[in-house]
Nanobody, 117 residues
Framework: QVQLVESGGGLVQAGGSLRLSCAAS????????MGWYRQAPGKQRELVAT???????NYADSVKGRFAISRDNAKNTVYLQMNSLKPEDTAVYLC???????????WGQGTQVTVSS
């Protein structure tokens, strides 16, 4: 099981940028596919982006070209660079780790991102 702690959320104006970080501990970081999800009030949790240990990425259509996920395996940390933010990006952003051998998923507590218009 992986322990995940997110940071970097906050309030930003539309068009601005934020960088989220997720620090992982308790497991071998490289055996996990890391991802960011988000959940807005009254809506289902949705995938934002994922990244494998080898650096292959996947993005939701709504964030392609604006967000970039990356990971530093030496620091056991995954990042989400968010640019050109829109009010509809407002949500709690949650870090996720999926073990590629067991498929077990771990979740962080989440960090709030609020984009004002």
């Amino acid at each position: 099981q992986v322990q995940l702690v997110e940071s970097g959320g906050g309030l930003v104006q539309a068009g601005g940028s934020l960088r989220l970080s997720c620090a992982a501990s308790g497991s071998i970081f490289s055996r996990n596919v890391m991802g960011w999800y988000r959940q807005a009030p009254g809506k289902q949790r949705e995938l934002v982006a994922t990244i494998t240990s080898g650096g292959s990425t996947n993005y939701a259509d709504s964030v392609k070209g604006r967000f970039a996920i990356s990971r530093d395996n030496a620091k056991n940390t995954v990042y989400l660079q968010m640019n050109s933010l829109k009010p509809e990006d407002t949500a709690v952003y949650l870090c996720n780790a999926r073990d590629v051998y067991t498929s077990f998923r771990s979740w962080g507590q989440g960090t709030q991102v609020t984009v004002s218009s």
